[in-house]
């Protein structure tokens, strides 16, 4: 009955930004973590971001000083945004949240993906 659904994929060139969004949607009581993964060709998925329902974050190296993760929890909502980007960014990004719903059955859920694709 929960669904997550990303959006702000696309194309930009190397340096550019673009921010992710992701919306949870269904019969939520809490959602806890929230975070992004991403899954590039021919490699395994890694984390990208997450953050707490308090507002602690954590980054991958790779990505830190260049995105941001935040969060609206009168929306459900989580934010990725990335800024400088670079070609080897390139990849399927997937919103993960754990979420309580109205049954009191707490599950992870995942998004179907958004692409983003850095190339000049």
């Known amino acids: 009955q929960v669904q997550l659904v990303e959006s702000g994929g696309g194309l930009v060139q190397p340096g550019g930004s673009l921010t992710l969004s992701c919306v949870a949607s269904?019969?939520?009581?809490?959602?806890?973590?929230m975070g992004w993964y991403r899954q590039a060709p021919g490699k395994q998925r890694e984390l990208v971001a997450t953050?707490?329902?308090?507002?602690?974050?954590n980054y991958a190296d790779s990505v830190k000083g260049r995105f941001t993760i935040s969060r609206d929890n009168t929306k459900n909502t989580v934010y990725l945004q990335m800024n400088s980007l670079k070609p080897e960014d390139t990849a399927v990004y997937y919103c993960?949240?754990?979420?309580?719903?109205?049954?009191?059955?707490?599950?992870?859920?995942w998004g179907q993906g958004t692409q983003v694709t850095v190339s000049s």
């Open positions: 993960n949240a754990d979420i309580v719903d109205s049954d009191l059955h707490f599950s992870p859920y």
């Open positions: 269904g019969s939520i009581l809490s959602i806890n973590g």
């Open positions: 953050i707490r329902s308090g507002g602690e974050t």
